[in-house]
């Protein structure tokens, strides 16, 4: 079982639509961060969180830590969303990032 | 522009070769780390730098690779004798070590070809 899980793999969402990733891990963690990776490769940085709830523009992510779970919300989703988004944990005794093995989003106009 | 950068960003090779590829991270930051990715997959850590001392390896850092820093700026890693198994996705970041826990910034990724 891998130490970090993303649900769902794929996902297929038209304009306008309230999308969801979930993320949940099994190891002690110093933080979770969520990335965007759009094709090509670059990876971007968008929340690094350690409890309660980040907002950034149309961007939510919240992170249960005695769940151990993580959730990124994307409201009035848009095209341009498009992109592979993953969950990473830096653990509590080294700061090497374990990853999700992401999720690939498509929103359509 | 201040953000990672790293050449080449794409190379293609043929198994046994050596290849290099190099890395320059955001000036202040202390930290770099090598991670590898393959298709569909998510990033796995390769290993990491403060300043000059490389602090972690990984297991799936065979002794065919080696990486560098020599002067806590830019870094290298190297593969020797390159195998099919090693075409990939080398990405590296950096971070400025600053408190609990460190946000890295991601450079453009070198994509290894070998044929």
């Known amino acids: 079982k891998n130490e970090v899980e993303q649900s769902p793999q794929n996902l297929t969402a038209q304009e306008g639509e309230f999308i969801t990733i979930n993320c949940s891990y099994s190891v002690g963690i110093s933080a979770l961060h969520w990335l965007q990776q759009h094709p090509g490769g670059g990876i971007v940085s968008l929340f690094m969180l350690s409890s309660g709830k980040k907002k950034h523009g149309r961007l939510i992510a919240t992170i249960n830590i005695q769940e151990k779970h993580s959730s990124l919300h994307i409201t009035a989703s848009h095209p341009r969303d498009s992109a592979v988004y993953i969950c990473?944990?830096?653990?509590?005794?080294?700061?090497?990032?374990?990853f999700g093995t992401g999720t690939r989003l498509q929103v359509f106009p | 522009d201040t953000g990672v950068s790293q050449d080449p960003r794409h190379k293609i090779t043929k198994r046994g070769q050596n290849v290099t590829f190099r890395c320059d991270p955001i000036s202040e930051h202390n930290r770099l780390y090598w991670y590898r990715q393959t298709l569909g997959q998510g990033p796995e850590f390769l290993t990491y730098?403060?300043?000059?001392?490389?602090?972690?390896k990984s297991r799936l850092l065979s002794d065919r690779f080696s990486a560098e820093r020599p002067k806590g700026s830019f870094s290298t890693l190297e593969i020797q004798r390159t195998e099919q198994g090693d075409s990939a996705m080398y990405l590296c970041?950096?971070?400025?070590?600053?408190?609990?826990?460190?946000?890295?910034?991601f450079g453009p990724g070198t994509r290894l070809t070998v044929t």
């Open positions: 990473a944990v830096s653990l509590y005794n080294t700061d090497k990032l374990i």
């Open positions: 730098f403060q300043n000059e001392a490389q602090l972690e």
């Open positions: 970041a950096s971070s400025l070590d600053a408190g609990w826990a460190y946000e890295q910034y």
